[in-house]
C-alpha cells in the first residue's frame, strides 16, 4: 500500500474541498475589508456575520456571544488572562485540571507567575476530573473553572454539565476549551451552563488560523487585542474573511452530518481497539473505554518507545503520535499519561491514533497488521523486553 | 530530521542481540527517560573485540547510535574502542538533531559500561576508563517566557 493514511486527526484535518471552494472568492473576487462603507466591501460584513450565526446555532448559542480569534490558543488565553483581569475584585483563584492543554496549563503557569493561584484537579485512570475535589477546591475567592471538554490526547470526554452545574451553583464561571470537541459531539452552552467555550477551525475540517471563544452575555471581558473596533470591540483586526467564511461552512457541515460520523468513527474506533487488545500482548488502552471522542484511540504498547514506533509507522506510510519525550523535545513523557497514572516508561511506548469520516476499515485493518508487525520487531530489540522475558521465563517469539 | 544514515541504521539496524556468555556487558540510561542502551563485548586474548552486540529502547537515534556504535568498535582493541567517542559516533551518522545528542553520550556510556564489567569481571584495570554513571541525563532545563 503507497497511499498515506492519515490517522492523526487531533493533530489537524484536511480542509474539506466545500470549505475551500465556499472560501475562495474572498481572496481574489470579494477581497474587500467588512469595515468599509462601499458596497462592494460591505456586503462582506453580512457574509461575516452570517458564518457566526450559523456557528452560534450549533451551540445553542446568541449569536453575539461568538467572537472569532485567531484559534484555539488565544480564544484559551483570552477567556482567562480577560477573566483574571475583569473579576479581580471578587477574587485571584482558578480551578483547572491536570490534563489540560498546554494553552490553559501554560497560561496558568503565567498566571501564577502573576500572583493568581490556580487549583489543578487530579484526573482518575481513565482521564476523568475528580469531581469531588473539584468541589473542595473552590474558595470564596475562585473566579473560574476551566476543563476541556475531551482530552486531546486520550480522547476521554469530561462530566462538562456537571461541572457547570457545580460552577453555576458557586456563582464561579465555567470555561471549557473545547476544541477537541467541538464540531465531534453535541454541545449546549445553556444545558452545560458553559460561560465561555474556545474552539478552533483546522480540527473539524475547516481553515487553520481561525477559532472562536464563545462569551456568555454579561459576562465583563475586555479585549484581549486591542486596536479597531471588529467584533464588537472586544478583538481587534481586519477579520480573516476567508477563515470566518471556511470556519462557518466547517460548523455547519459538522453539525449537519454528526450523527453519521459518529456512528462511522465509534464502529472503526471500537474495531481497531478490540483488535490490538486481543491480538497484542502488554498493551494498555488510555482514556475512557466508552466516554472518549469517536475518533480517538490510544494505547501504551510496553517494552518500547513512541517515536521508533511513529518512524517504522511512517515507513508505512501511516500517521499517527505518541506522548513519548522524544517527539516532544523534552525527557517527560506526556503530563497526560503521567497524570493518569502510567509510570514514565510506559507512558514513553503511547501511540495516538485519530480518525476521520474518510477513514475505511481496510485501513484499519492494515495499520492493525503493521503494528503487529512493528511492536515485535521493537521489541526483539528492547533491553526492557528482554529483561521481562527472562524474569518471567516467557518463550521467545520465533 | 534525520540524516540518511541515521535512518538506514535505524531501520537495518547492525548487531541486534545478545551475546551468550559475553565478556562484558553494560546497561546505561533509564527509561524514564526513554533511553536505555545494552552493549554486549566478546573480546578475546589479545584484547580484541570480536563480537558486539546491542539492545535499545529508545527512540530513532538511540537505536541508530547504538548500531553505529557496534559497528565502530568491532574489531577494535580495547584502547581503540576507548577512542569511540559519542563525537565519532555523531559524525559517522552523519550528525543527529540538536535534541537527540544525549542518544550519542549513550552509546559511548553503553561502550564504557561493557568494558567497565569486561575489566572487573577479569580483575584487570584499563588505563583511561573510569566507572560509568549508570544514569544519563542532561538536566536541562528549556528557557521560559
Not at chain 1, 212 to 218: A, H, Q, T
Not at chain 1, 266 to 273: S, Y
Not at chain 1, 278 to 285: G, Q, W
Request: aromatic residues 6%; proline residues 3%.
Amino acid at each position: 500500500m503507497n497511499k498515506v493514511i492519515y490517522l492523526d486527526n487531533a493533530a489537524t484535518t484536511k480542509t474539506k474541498p466545500e470549505v475551500v471552494e465556499a472560501m475562495l472568492p474572498y481572496f481574489t473576487e470579494k477581497f474587500g475589508n467588512p469595515s468599509s462603507v462601499y458596497s462592494f466591501a460591505s456586503q462582506n460584513r453580512t457574509v461575516v456575520e452570517d458564518a457566526r450565526a450559523a456557528i452560534a446555532k450549533t451551540l445553542g448559542a446568541a449569536e453575539k456571544d461568538i467572537y472569532f480569534t485567531a484559534g484555539g490558543s488565544e480564544s484559551d488565553n483570552w477567556a482567562l488572562k480577560a477573566t483574571v483581569e475583569a473579576y479581580k475584585e471578587k477574587g485571584n483563584h482558578i480551578i483547572t485540571s491536570k490534563i489540560e492543554h498546554h494553552a490553559i496549563l501554560h497560561t496558568c503557569e503565567y498566571l501564577e507567575k502573576q500572583g493568581v493561584e490556580v487549583t489543578y484537579i487530579d484526573v482518575d485512570e481513565n482521564g476523568v476530573i475528580k469531581l469531588d475535589e473539584l468541589k473542595k477546591a473552590i474558595r470564596p475567592t475562585t473566579i473560574l473553572i476551566s476543563v476541556m471538554f475531551a482530552n486531546n490526547e486520550i480522547g476521554t470526554i469530561q462530566p462538562i454539565k456537571e461541572i457547570g452545574e457545580i460552577a453555576k451553583e458557586h456563582g464561579i464561571l465555567f470555561h471549557t476549551d473545547a476544541v477537541q470537541a467541538y464540531g465531534h459531539l453535541p454541545i449546549n452552552v445553556d444545558e452545560m451552563h458553559i460561560d465561555m467555550l474556545s474552539a478552533s477551525g483546522h480540527k473539524l475540517n475547516g481553515p487553520k488560523g481561525i477559532g472562536f471563544l464563545y462569551i456568555r452575555k454579561g459576562l465583563k471581558l475586555r479585549s484581549f487585542v486591542h486596536g479597531g473596533s471588529q467584533e464588537r470591540r472586544r478583538r481587534a483586526g481586519t477579520e480573516n474573511v476567508p477563515g470566518i467564511i471556511g470556519l462557518g461552512k466547517a460548523a455547519e457541515i459538522a453539525a449537519a452530518t454528526m450523527e453519521e460520523r459518529i456512528q462511522h468513527e465509534i464502529k472503526l474506533r471500537d474495531h481497531l481497539i478490540d483488535r490490538i487488545l486481543k491480538e497484542v500482548s502488554y498493551v494498555r488502552l488510555n482514556g475512557h473505554r466508552t466516554d472518549r471522542l469517536p475518533n480517538n484511540v490510544n494505547f501504551s504498547f510496553q517494552f518500547i518507545e513512541g517515536e521508533s514506533l511513529l518512524i517504522m509507522l511512517d515507513q508505512k506510510g501511516i500517521c499517527a503520535s505518541s506522548g513519548s519525550a522524544c517527539t516532544s523535545g523534552s525527557l517527560d513523557p506526556s503530563h497526560v499519561l503521567l497524570a493518569i497514572g502510567l509510570p514514565h516508561e510506559i507512558a514513553h511506548g503511547s501511540l495516538r491514533l485519530t480518525l476521520s469520516d474518510e477513514t475505511t476499515m481496510e485501513e484499519i485493518d492494515f495499520v492493525v497488521e503493521a503494528l503487529k508487525e512493528i511492536v515485535a520487531r521493537l521489541r526483539s530489540m528492547s533491553p526492557l523486553y528482554e529483561d521481562f522475558v527472562a524474569k518471567n521465563n516467557i518463550p521467545q517469539e520465533a | 530530521m534525520y540524516s540518511e544514515k541515521v535512518m538506514d541504521h535505524f531501520t537495518n539496524p547492525r548487531n541486534v542481540g545478545e551475546i551468550e556468555g559475553a565478556s562484558g556487558v553494560g546497561t546505561v540510561g533509564n527509561a524514564k527517560c526513554g533511553d536505555i542502551m545494552r552493549m554486549y563485548l566478546d573480546i578475546d586474548d589479545n584484547g580484541i573485540i570480536q563480537d558486539c552486540k546491542f539492545k535499545t529502547f529508545g527512540c530513532g537515534a538511540a537505536i541508530a547510535t547504538s548500531s553505529m556504535a557496534t559497528e565502530l568498535v568491532k574489531g577494535k582493541t580495547i584502547q581503540e574502542a576507548l577512542q569511540v567517542t559519542n563525537k565519532a559516533v555523531m559524525e559517522a551518522l552523519d550528525g543527529l538533531p540538536p535534541v537527540k545528542v544525549h542518544c550519542s553520550l549513550l552509546a559511548e556510556e553503553a561502550i564504557h559500561a561493557a568494558l567497565w564489567d569486561y575489566a572487573e569481571k577479569h580483575g584487570i584495570k584499563i588505563e583511561g576508563l573510569q566507572k560509568p554513571k549508570a544514569d544519563i541525563s542532561e538536566g536541562e532545563e528549556d528557557e521560559e517566557y
